[in-house]
């Protein structure tokens, strides 16, 4: 259930989607170096500079749960860390501490005060619960910045649920190393082109968002209710 809070203990596994196959930047590891507790970065090589793609996504949190199934990843490309480190390692702190509770982060530079779609998560500022996303409501212009925080076993349940399709065929990738037998053309190109925001952010109820440049708070961390998703696996 995503209502219990995962151990602290539990490791943190940054995995970093870039164009180079150079893993060596020396701006980037500065940055990565001041995230409290994470351990040493993957990096995904050849990949889009603006966003990350749902099938990096699938096979991060696939391969994390190898490692632990509660393992947090913070997830995004070398370009965004770069141009949003002023705050970055605080935010991901309290995204950490977010995702922990099950809930899928995204760190933002702004949200709109008068947003209908935000609700506060009590016990650490700059935190808010989401919802279902809003096409109104959830524009470039909110503060996206394509960095997400989540926890890899809460993530592959909603995932088989939101975009099962795409996850068996990363399985199969991780599996065999090949992608000759996944079939039709069509699952290929989303394979290789469907970015996690189109993916999966803009299907899921079980969105947060942290704020970059907030002061944490120390009272202890509010879950919110439960997700319909929670609901319906409660009822099933």
Do not use: Y
């Not at 966003?51 to 996504?57: D, E, Q, S, T, Y």
């Not at 860390?81 to 509770?101: E, F, S």
């Not at 996303?133 to 909603?158: I, K």
């Not at 989303?190 to 299907?203: I, M």
Request: glycine share 8%.
């Amino acid at each position: 259930m995503f209502s219990v809070v995962s151990n602290n203990n539990t490791p943190i596994l940054p995995f970093i989607a870039q164009v180079e196959s150079n893993s060596h930047d020396v701006a980037l590891h500065r940055v990565l170096g001041q995230f409290d507790g994470a351990e040493a970065p993957r990096f995904f090589s050849g990949e889009p500079a603006r966003g990350v793609r749902l099938a990096i996504a699938l096979t991060t949190a696939l391969l994390a749960s190898r490692h632990d199934a509660q393992a947090v990843i913070i997830m995004g490309t070398a370009d965004q860390i770069k141009a949003h480190r002023d705050g970055l390692p605080d935010a991901i702190d309290r995204a950490v501490q977010v995702a922990r509770t099950g809930k899928v982060v995204e760190l933002v530079t702004d949200l709109d005060d008068d947003a209908r779609f935000k609700t506060d998560i009590r016990g650490t500022s700059g935190c808010f619960h989401l919802g279902a996303f809003d096409d109104e409501d959830d524009l470039d212009s909110q503060g996206s910045t394509g960095l997400f925080v989540f926890r890899a076993d809460s993530f592959l349940t909603e995932a088989e649920i939101l975009c099962n399709g795409m996850l068996a065929l990363c399985q199969v990738v991780l599996e065999t190393g090949q992608t000759s037998v996944l079939g039709t053309g069509e699952a290929l190109s989303d394979l290789t082109t469907l970015s996690f925001w189109d993916g999966f952010w803009t299907r899921t109820d079980n969105r947060a968002a942290v704020l970059i440049d907030e002061q944490p708070a120390t009272a202890p961390l509010h879950v919110p209710a439960k997700t319909a998703m929670e609901r319906r696996s409660l009822q099933g």
